[in-house]
């Protein structure tokens, strides 16, 4: 997997965000408004989950090492990882399924960010039961 296509703003002087806004502020119009949009809906599905930068994306944090992740690229936002979920939001979830704990939203389709704050919600359940 290559590195997310993005020029962005970082405070380490490494090409690194050290916080999910610089990651998010880096991307151009387009894409910076579609990872708000998912940023926003994370956070209404995990809103005291911890907010970090792991792997070099944006995490929120269910529990000290399970998390989900998300990260802009030239033609789409991934969630990662989305494991298996329940049949009916699997169901939902198939069409954008890139890989087995791969979610892709490409930015020229609507992007459903309810579906992602319930697969965010389904995860956390899963992590911090």
Known sequence: MSEPE?????????????TV????????????EVLEQVHAAL??????????????MPAIMFADRYGIHFAG???????YPVGELDPALEAEVAPHRA????VQF???????????????LALAARHTA
């Open 99 to 102: 890989r087995k704990d791969t």
């Open 73 to 79: 690229w030239k033609k789409h936002v991934g969630l």
């Open 106 to 120: 490409f930015y020229k389709d609507p992007v459903p960010y309810d579906l992602i704050e319930r697969v965010a």
């Open 21 to 32: 806004a610089a990651y998010v502020s880096g991307f151009p119009d387009g894409p910076r």
């Open 43 to 56: 956070r209404r599905a995990v809103p005291d989950g911890e907010e970090k930068i792991r792997y070099g």
């Open 6 to 18: 993005t020029a962005r703003t970082t405070t380490t002087g490494t090409g690194t965000p050290t």
